[in-house]
């Protein structure tokens, strides 16, 4: 089976993680802060806090930007469910914004006509979460515009996009973005197996996340109620959470970060071929970014046409019978059970759900060869009756 993706461990990430088991430190040592500080230069943001997911990035951010019970968070239906349940771990209420149907991105057009009938009924979102999806960058600078007319704070996903660039400056920098999370999971850009980061150019922020990665306790006397006790002390302000990053995880993550822009280089050339290799089926491939900017390519995702004449469900058994591995990225997120229970109902999301129909997600990772690409291609092309 050719798997949709597949993670790349090299030799030197071996040797990166095998130092830090012989080091002092697995966890809270120097590498977390040593890979903070590279991956917050490679995006040129001031500050990377490294986490144990993107889920913990997210959670920790909600709370950072002070959402909580009465607020509201609005996402995209369209992404992992995680862009949303992050403001129900805050006690806070979750509406989604329907995607644009060219990008699949959240729809800016729909963005605004909801925060103008948001505001007269007087309930405006405390937080937007764009999500990249597929490593597309969201139309940043437009949400980011609505942002300071609504009062809302941007909290970016961009789980998908770690590397990528907007109008010519890397998806990260907080030119756009109060926050921006990265996910390392393996079938992302580049992984630490488990781990995530949020990215920000706001000091108080980045010094508020950093306490609830860690038990809300701070060890910095200027944080404390009153002078430390002794050299022991420390106090816990916040209520946090334990969501670290260890030390092997971060050794691994700043191994792999030194290759990102090769993966995504390589990620982008199979793309392209994908797209020349396609172009004569009825299949609507991944519409293509603005100059100046640049899709991660985290996943590539293909939108059977009407003209195929084959419904979703037959094309995708006769991949995966063809030893394909594909996949389906993502079932609109209202639609399931936990938020159909909470008010949610199919047919709220008509773009998300017609997006959902007639989408797969094709294989797609920087070790793949062209061989197994043409294979793909292959079984895909038969799977139309071609
Ligand atoms: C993978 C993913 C997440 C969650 O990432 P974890 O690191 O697995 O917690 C969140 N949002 C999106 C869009 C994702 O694809």
Redesign the pocket.
């Known amino acids: 089976m050719i798997p949709y993706g597949r993670q790349d461990i090299t030799e030197q990430d071996i040797a990166a993680v095998h130092e830090v088991l012989a080091s002092d430190f697995l966890t809270q040592g120097p590498a977390v802060p040593r890979f903070e500080a590279a991956l917050a230069q490679h995006v040129g943001a001031c500050h990377a806090i490294a986490v ?7 959670h920790v951010a909600c709370r950072a930007l002070g959402l909580g019970p009465g607020d509201c968070l609005w996402t995209s239906p369209v ?5 949303a349940n992050c403001a129900l771990y805050c006690g806070a209420s979750v509406d989604f914004v329907d995607i644009d149907s060219q990008t699949w991105n959240l729809s800016v057009p729909a963005l605004a006509d909801k925060l103008v009938q948001a505001r007269r009924a007087g309930r405006l979102p405390k937080i937007v979460v764009p ?3 597929c490593g597309r960058p969201c139309d940043l600078s437009a949400i980011w515009e609505l942002s300071r007319e609504f009062g809302f704070a941007v909290l970016e ?1 961009a ?2 996009a770690v590397g990528a660039t907007y109008r010519g400056e890397p998806v990260g920098s907080g030119r756009y973005a109060d926050i921006t ?1 990265f ?3 393996p ?2 850009i580049i992984t630490t197996a ?3 980061a949020a990215l920000t150019n706001d000091k108080a922020l980045a010094e508020k996340m950093a306490l609830l990665r860690s038990h809300g306790i701070t060890r910095d006397s200027g944080q404390m109620t009153n002078s430390p006790e002794g050299p022991w002390y420390y106090q816990q302000i916040e209520l946090g959470y334990n969501y670290r990053m260890t030390d092997l995880q971060a050794a691994l993550g700043r191994s792999q970060l030194a290759r990102l822009d090769e993966y995504v280089a390589r990620r982008q050339e199979l793309a392209q071929r994908y797209n020349r290799l396609l172009a004569h089926l009825p299949v609507e491939t991944p519409y293509p970014v603005d100059r100046g900017s640049r899709s991660a390519l ?1 996943l590539y995702v293909v939108r059977l046409m009407k003209q195929a004449g084959r419904d979703r469900r037959s094309v995708f058994d006769a991949l995966r019978a063809g030893g394909i591995g594909v996949n389906v ?2 079932i609109p997120v209202h639609t399931q059970p936990y938020y159909q229970a909470l008010g949610f109902r199919p047919g709220d999301y008509p773009n998300a759900e017609a997006y959902y129909r007639s989408v797969i997600t094709l294989p797609l990772f920087p070790t793949m060869t062209a061989a197994e690409q043409d294979r793909v291609v292959q079984v895909l092309t038969e799977a139309l009756g071609r």
């Open positions: 144990s997911s993107a889920t913990a990035a997210l992404t992992f469910v995680a862009s999500v990249d999806l996903d789980s998908h999370v996910s390392f999971h079938v992302k488990e781990g995530g985290h990225h993502y």
